[in-house]
């Protein structure tokens, strides 16, 4: 195909498609002519890759090209090439609040307890501490009390995200499922999780309300018999 479908196939303007490829995220069509390239499927399924990381993971074009680095890095080892993709795809905070020394400790010591292996040069280990440093700053340092919750239920995510990326034999297949498992996954925890507040408020919130009316409605109503009987 050339540009003009891919771009009418992907939804993708052809002058963002040509800075994809100048960028290097985008593999160059095959030239048939001078001033004509095709293109294939491939670069079909690397479009959405890219605009799936951009759009709904939030990546940067620079980010985006650390972990398509990583998706196309060919020998390596899985846990390495995994590993050099969650780095890729794991945000630095844009902030260092107070309090950041105790909050590093409070992770250090959820990592021992748990057993994870994971050192503190994980991205992720510092952005945990930025966000339970920031809780403290709010007021709301008793957040730490359901955290060893939270990582259970984290444990269980992973454990599921890993079952479906073992389904790909491929170390190429592999590390692009755990990039689009990662950074799309993280939006359907975050929306999955808004909807169970939604069930959870409800059922203790709203049940509880209308418990307290069916024991106003009954007071009432033995208030009427009692009047009644009199």
Request: charged residues 25%; hydrophobic residues 45%.
């Amino acid at each position: 195909m050339r540009i003009g479908e891919l771009s009418r196939e992907t939804g993708v303007a052809i002058p963002t498609i040509k800075y994809y490829v100048r960028e290097g995220l985008l593999p160059a069509g095959r030239l048939t002519s001078p001033n004509q390239a095709s293109y294939d499927d491939g670069h079909v399924r690397r479009l959405r890759l890219i605009r799936g990381l951009i759009d709904v993971g939030g990546l940067t074009v620079s980010a985006v090209r650390e972990v398509l680095a990583a998706v196309d890095s060919p020998g390596e080892p899985v846990h390495e090439v995994l590993g050099a993709a969650q780095h890729a795809i794991t945000p630095r905070p844009a902030a260092t609040p107070e309090g950041m020394e105790r909050a590093r400790q409070s992770v250090a010591e959820l990592i021992r307890h748990r057993g994870w292996r994971v050192g503190p040069d994980h991205p992720a280990f510092e952005a945990l501490a930025v966000a339970l440093a920031t809780f403290r700053g709010v007021g709301r340092g008793e957040f730490e009390e359901i955290l060893d919750d939270y990582a259970a239920a984290c444990e269980r995510v992973a454990a599921a995200d890993l079952a479906w990326l073992g389904r790909n034999a491929e170390v190429d297949g592999m590390v692009e499922c755990v990039v689009v498992g990662t950074v799309l996954g993280d939006a359907v925890l975050a929306a999955m999780r808004r909807l169970a507040h939604v069930e959870a408020s409800a059922r203790k919130f709203e049940g509880a309300a209308e418990g307290t009316a069916g024991e106003g409605a009954a007071a009432e109503g033995a208030v009427a018999e009692g009047a009644g009987g009199r």
